[in-house]
């Protein structure tokens, strides 16, 4: 069993035997959490692009004279 801790992440295709990946419960495992990765690294790199675009946004407004 593994624990958390012993994780080498980012997570990828190496971080599995040749072996369990003859196993489809182990196959499975891997699609699944690598995908999840890939899903909640999406979401950061969208998250930071966003705060940086209103950081931009509020910066111009701020610099902007009030009519």
């Known amino acids: 069993m593994m624990h958390w801790q012993e994780l080498d992440l980012p997570l990828n295709a190496?971080?599995?035997?040749e072996?369990?990946?003859?196993?489809?419960?182990?196959?499975y495992e891997m699609t699944v959490l690598l995908n999840a990765q890939r899903e909640i690294a999406d979401k950061?790199?969208?998250?930071?692009?966003?705060?940086?675009w209103r950081q931009e946004k509020?910066?111009?407004?701020?610099?902007t004279p009030p009519v």
């Open 14 to 17: 190496s971080s599995w035997s």
């Open 44 to 52: 950061i790199l969208d998250s930071q692009w966003e705060t940086k």
């Open 19 to 27: 072996e369990d990946l003859k196993k489809p419960e182990k196959f």
């Open 58 to 63: 509020v910066g111009k407004a701020a610099s």
